[in-house]
């Protein structure tokens, strides 16, 4: 992963409603080399791809993730909000995206957000899923501002390839220089 690659920042979201199928359709269709994206978990440890601990931004319904199932969160319009009129989307499962993409992007960059909600045992769910595609060590990059989950995921598989996210000199320089160092391989400033 030493080379240089453009990323489609939740898939190509200037021009389509963040994180939905249509963004990642269009970063693909304008030869992006790969897209950052975003997850959480519902209730029923589904594996979504969604920006916000709520889908109220997205849709104008104020329901939070984690609460609900994924079955009562997948029809709302995800493109309620976009500036653009586009067809409806709907919230998309990590294992879907992978499905679809995994093969036709050099680089994913998964990011986990767990920076506000730690949900139980994202870390490992996620490693399985993503864990069933060949070669995934070299094209997946995990992220967080949550070290945490960073140093989960190293304890689950050494070889991965992991992002420590940060938004002020603060954070970053609260977490041991070591650490970081033994346990990322990119620091992905936020500003």
């Excluded at 920076?115 to 870390?123: A, C, R, S, T, W």
């Excluded at 989960?152 to 603060?170: A, Q, R, T, V, W």
């Amino acid at each position: 992963m030493e080379n240089k690659y453009i990323l489609g920042h939740r898939g190509y979201f200037d021009k389509a409603p963040e994180n939905t199928k249509l963004a990642f359709d269009l970063a693909l269709k304008h030869n992006f080399d790969g897209v950052e994206l975003d997850i959480h978990l519902t209730k029923n440890n589904k594996i979504v791809i969604i920006h916000d601990e709520s889908i109220l931004r997205t849709t104008g319904v104020d329901l939070e993730v984690y609460k609900n199932n994924y079955e009562d969160l997948k029809d709302y319009n995800y493109a309620f909000y976009f500036k653009n009129k586009v067809e409806k989307q709907s919230l998309m499962l990590l294992e879907d995206f992978l499905d679809l993409y995994f093969d036709k992007f050099k680089i994913i960059n998964i990011e986990i957000k767990t920076d506000k909600i730690h949900y139980l045992n994202i870390e490992k769910l996620l490693y399985d899923l993503v864990s069933e595609y060949l070669n995934f060590e070299n094209k997946i990059v995990f992220s967080s501002f949550n070290f945490q989950s960073l140093i989960l995921l190293k304890k689950i598989n050494p070889n991965l390839k992991l992002g420590y996210l940060f938004d002020s000199m603060e954070s970053l320089l609260k977490i041991e220089k070591d650490l970081i160092l033994n346990t990322c391989n990119f620091l992905h400033p936020s500003w």
